[in-house]
């Protein structure tokens, strides 16, 4: 049967870290036809830009399992978390366009794995805030959660790199747009 297991598992090494160090955006179906082996994405056939945010503290991906015995059907609940400090005119442009589509994202995590998240439907924003803060000390910025639902967790993207999370897709055209400081 297709959902047999086929691998155990052991304690793993304390290793690794949590959080993410970036995010690329890529406007949906930008990615072309999609190729996967194993579960990770091998290669992608479009020609897009990525608009990279380099992001630090509280960012993460969690992915919900959502199985129904009842029903037989399980898909996962894909919710990327975002902190971004500083206000600009410039930035509200971009998270209004956002929040209007529904990119896929590359998510590069603080060990240098890189995910496709929301490869199939996007991910939509589905909530955050715009705020000036409080006190002093307050974040002065933007939050936004982006989630979708897919019928895989988010696919490990073969021959990424931390610099360059596209650097293993031998058909993909990816421009990387970085912002700059503001």
């Known amino acids: 049967m297709?959902?047999?297991?086929?691998?155990?598992?052991?304690?793993?090494c304390k290793d690794v870290v949590g959080g993410v160090s970036?995010?690329?955006f890529v406007d949906f179906g930008g990615l072309g036809a999609i190729t996967?082996?194993?579960?990770?994405?091998?290669?992608?056939?479009g020609t897009f830009s990525a608009y990279k945010y380099i992001v630090k503290g509280a960012n993460s991906l969690e992915q919900a399992v959502n199985s129904s015995q009842d029903a037989g059907t399980t898909f996962f609940e894909q919710t990327l978390s975002l902190n971004l400090p500083k206000l600009s005119k410039e930035d509200m442009v971009q998270f209004k366009l956002m929040s209007y589509g529904r990119p896929h994202c590359v998510i590069?995590?603080?060990?240098?794995?890189?995910?496709?998240?929301?490869k199939e439907?996007?991910?939509?924003?589905s909530g955050g805030s715009i705020t000036t803060g409080a006190a002093f000390g307050d974040m002065s910025g933007t939050t936004l959660t982006l989630s979708g639902q897919e019928k895989l967790p988010a696919?490990?993207?073969?021959?990424?790199?931390?610099?360059?999370?596209?650097?293993?897709?031998?058909?993909?055209?990816?421009?990387i747009v970085v912002g700059t400081n503001s």
Not at 2 to 12: F, Y
């Open 155 to 175: 696919n490990f993207i073969a021959g990424a790199t931390a610099a360059n999370p596209f650097a293993g897709m031998s058909s993909a055209t990816a421009t």
């Open 2 to 12: 297709a959902c047999d297991l086929s691998a155990g598992r052991n304690v793993p």
């Open 36 to 45: 996967e082996s194993a579960d990770e994405v091998t290669d992608m056939a």
């Open 108 to 118: 590069v995590d603080n060990n240098g794995n890189a995910f496709l998240a929301g």
């Open 22 to 24: 970036a995010v690329y």
């Open 121 to 125: 439907h996007g991910l939509t924003v």
